[in-house]
């Protein structure tokens, strides 16, 4: 595998299910993050995280847990979610934190929340 | 806020050339450009860090206006692997603390 993969592709759970969304870049990069894209809206920066340390963490409700356990992967823990949390999850990832770095998406999870 | 992308939409016949503006109402440290195909994942086109840097590769190329807060995206003699939606992302300053936020969006679509 090359790039960013991110399993599952798809996926659908009630809103009283857990779930975890995977993340893993094949890349050497040292941040990881992720996004929220739903229809019509601009992508969402939910979480960053540089050599595995969180960085930033959007005002993102509390039933999203990042979990960040090397630099090559990331989780996203879903518990409780709400019918508009339904959307698409895309993971990226750049060699540094910051702007001066491009960042690498992956093929994103469709979520729908039930 | 997120910045402001225009048009929200343009059809173009092959050959044609388009302009996308991301605009901002705070000071931008840095603009990326990015293009999502439908059912795909965004890629990076370019960056621009410095104001009134212009950048470009084959006939895409972007102009960062860092006064008036603004980039904009030059497509020139647009192919039919043009279409699809472009993104700008922006770095800015928010009370001294610098946030990550991609604009609005533009979708384009070139037509044989």
């Known amino acids: 595998e090359t790039g960013v993969t991110q399993t599952p592709r798809h996926l659908v759970m009630g809103m009283t299910n857990k779930k975890s969304l995977k993340c893993e870049q094949h890349l050497g990069h040292n941040a990881m993050y992720w996004y929220k894209q739903s229809a019509k809206k601009p992508l969402e920066l939910m979480f960053v995280?540089?050599?595995?340390?969180?960085?930033e963490n959007n005002s993102v409700p509390s039933r999203f847990s990042p979990e960040c356990p090397n630099s090559s992967h990331l989780f996203l823990h879903l518990h409780t979610l709400q019918p508009e949390d339904s959307a698409l999850y895309l993971c990226?990832?750049?060699?540094?934190?910051?702007?001066?770095?491009?960042?690498?998406f992956g093929p994103g999870t469709r979520l729908t929340v039930t | 806020q997120q910045p402001v992308q225009s048009p929200q939409a343009v059809i173009l016949r092959e050959g044609e050339d388009a302009v996308i503006n991301c605009s901002s109402s705070k000071a931008l440290y840095s603009v990326h450009w990015y293009r999502q195909k439908h059912g795909e994942a965004p890629v990076f086109l370019m960056i621009?860090?410095?104001?009134?840097e212009q950048k470009g590769h084959d006939k895409i190329s972007a102009s960062f206006n860092e006064k008036k807060q603004q980039s904009s995206l030059y497509l020139t003699a647009s192919q039919l692997s043009y279409s699809g939606t472009y993104f700008c992302g922006t770095e800015a300053s928010t009370s001294g603390t610098y946030k990550y936020i991609f604009g609005t969006g533009t979708r384009l679509k070139v037509l044989a």
């Open positions: 621009l860090l410095k104001g009134g």
């Open positions: 990226a990832s750049s060699y540094g934190q910051g702007s001066s770095y491009e960042q690498y």
């Open positions: 995280y540089s050599l595995e340390e969180r960085v």
